[in-house]
């Protein structure tokens, strides 16, 4: 069981999870999870800052949309690792996004490169109810990995009720099922290379490498976004490259967008017209191991430049 400071702030208590039930009743609920703590420096405020035209465009791709958003952190030592909003209309999201509290109070701690994607995982997964999806969409925005067990006690402690051990690839598991596969991650790079790879080789084995986008800049985000749900929902990527010349995005920003939805030409390639971006970026891999499944930490690099950093010991390890 891990405890957090306890913070008194102007914490929104409509945002916690404890004891709260969802229901969407839409056909295609979508779900944002993103972190919001400091390594990922001024990302989670320049998303959520774009609630608005996101709101304006996603009904150019899906009919009738409800979203959730959930910031997370690091239940160890952040106060207030979890809050999520209803699913609600497009035209609420800016409402939403607003309520959500972004302070160093909050978002400070340890940088052991991991987070507490976990947990809304599990949250979503046990305390959400999506009766009539077709296509249900969860994106999640992140830089880290997340641990490997989810204990019954932090169950208990976020969420009420009373719980049982389980870990990240049962979660997972189960999740990608609910959602019908359209699970995806917009990764922010972590500035440590071996780290990076690390931590995307983790969340490949939870929801498939090809499901996984590098962002090439922040700026970009909702961008990335927008077109993820759009190639979900039959958009091909020559069309979204046009949707976004037409509503006045610069060349410099498509091709930023593209350079990291060109991760998903794999699943999404009998959508793409020539006229596409063409080019893949390649993605590094380690070669497979025999043995417990441990994705191992570099311990000589620098430390991240966005907060005070501390390498993983060995025991740290990113397991599942």
Same mark, same amino acid.
């Given at each position: 069981?891990?405890?957090?400071?306890?913070?008194? *702030?102007?914490?929104?208590?409509? /945002? %916690?999870?404890?004891?709260?039930?969802?229901?969407?009743?839409?056909?295609?609920?979508?779900?944002?999870?993103?972190?919001?703590? &400091?390594?990922?420096?001024?990302?989670?405020?320049?998303?959520?800052?774009?609630?608005?035209?996101?709101?304006?465009? $996603?009904?150019?791709?899906?009919?009738?949309?409800?979203?959730?958003?959930?910031? $997370? +952190?690091?239940?160890?030592?952040?106060?207030?690792?979890?809050?999520?909003?209803?699913?609600?209309?497009?035209? #609420? %999201?800016?409402?939403?996004?607003?309520?959500?509290?972004?302070?160093?109070?909050?978002?400070?701690?340890?940088?052991?490169?991991?987070?507490?994607?976990?947990?809304?995982?599990?949250?979503?997964?046990?305390?959400?109810?999506?009766? #009539?999806?077709?296509?249900?969409?969860?994106?999640?925005?992140?830089d880290e990995a997340m641990r490997g067990n989810l204990d019954s006690n932090d169950l208990?402690?976020?969420?009420?009720?009373?719980?049982?051990?389980?870990?990240?690839?049962? $979660?997972?598991?189960? /999740?990608?099922?609910?959602?019908?596969? #359209?699970?995806?991650?917009?990764?922010?790079?972590?500035?440590?290379?071996?780290?990076?790879?690390?931590?995307?080789?983790?969340?490949?084995?939870?929801?498939?490498?090809?499901?996984?986008?590098?962002?090439?800049?922040?700026?970009?985000?909702?961008?990335?976004? /927008? +077109?993820?749900?759009?190639?979900?929902?039959?958009?091909?990527?020559?069309?979204?490259?046009?949707?976004?010349?037409?509503? *006045?995005?610069? $060349?410099?920003?498509?091709k930023a967008t593209f350079k990291a939805l060109d991760f998903l030409q794999p699943l999404? &390639?009998?959508?793409? &017209?020539?006229?596409?971006?063409?080019?893949?970026?390649?993605?590094?891999?380690?070669?497979?191991?025999?043995?417990?499944?441990? /994705?191992?930490?570099?311990?000589?690099?620098?430390?991240?430049?966005?907060?005070?950093?501390q390498k993983p010991k060995e025991s740290d390890a990113f397991r599942l």
């Open positions: 069981m891990t405890k957090s400071k306890p913070y008194t *702030g102007d914490l929104d208590p409509g /945002l %916690l999870p404890r004891d709260r039930q969802l229901v969407c009743e839409a056909k295609s609920p979508i779900v944002i999870v993103i972190d919001i703590t &400091s390594s990922m420096g001024k990302l989670a405020v320049i998303f959520l800052n774009e609630m608005s035209r996101i709101a304006k465009q $996603v009904g150019n791709y899906v009919d009738n949309p409800q979203i959730s958003i959930c910031a $997370v +952190g690091d239940i160890t030592c952040d106060p207030i690792p979890i809050q999520i909003s209803d699913f609600s209309k497009p035209r #609420n %999201l800016a409402s939403w996004a607003r309520r959500i509290l972004i302070t160093p109070e909050v978002t400070g701690g340890p940088d052991d490169f991991q987070e507490s994607y976990e947990m809304p995982a599990y949250y979503y997964l046990e305390m959400t109810e999506l009766p #009539n999806a077709e296509t249900p969409l969860m994106i999640f925005i992140g208990e402690r976020h969420f009420g009720g009373q719980r049982q051990d389980t870990s990240a690839r049962q $979660v997972f598991a189960l /999740l990608q099922a609910k959602f019908k596969e #359209n699970l995806f991650l917009i990764h922010r790079p972590c500035p440590i290379q071996e780290t990076d790879e690390a931590i995307l080789r983790q969340w490949g084995k939870l929801i498939g490498k090809e499901r996984l986008l590098t962002l090439a800049g922040d700026m970009s985000t909702a961008d990335v976004l /927008l +077109g993820i749900v759009a190639l979900v929902h039959g958009k091909s990527f020559a069309e979204y490259s046009e949707d976004m010349a037409e509503t *006045g995005q610069s $060349v410099a920003r498509i999404f &390639s009998d959508g793409a &017209s020539t006229d596409a971006p063409k080019k893949k970026p390649a993605r590094k891999t380690a070669p497979k191991k025999s043995g417990p499944d441990v /994705l191992a930490v570099p311990v000589e690099k620098k430390k991240k430049k966005a907060r005070p950093s």
